[in-house]
């Protein structure tokens, strides 16, 4: 199997060493084997980097992502609860993203001199009044 320097997983993964040497440390990925004192880590850290990757990308905490990877009890009914907890704030932020969007196109096809004296009925409603579901 091949071995990988921190570099080479720095570089494969897109994650800097010192977030390596920190991940390690606090156990979100295992320490490796060394070799004359150099870390040589497997193919798998980078699987396991992308992973968490995507856990920090959906808004999960280092916290959390280790909680994530401990669970272990059959169900795992702690990563469940984490996880609806987590989908419902990516549904939250889904719709606060819309109405940003809504605003953003109406501005640009606006051609009313300020917000306040919009009156070119593009948006029905004034979109910086309405709250995401």
Known sequence: MATFTIGEVSARADVAATALRYYEQIGLIPAPARVGGQR???ESVVDR??????????GFSLEEIQLL????????PASRALAETKLAEIDAKIAELH???AIVEWGIQCTCP?????SCGIHPVKPWTARPA
């Open 49 to 58: 980097l992308s992973v968490i990757r995507l856990c920090k990308t959906a």
């Open 114 to 118: 300020s917000i306040g004296a919009c």
């Open 40 to 42: 040589r880590y497997d």
């Open 99 to 101: 109405l940003a969007r």
């Open 69 to 76: 990877f401990a669970d272990d009890a059959p169900g795992r």
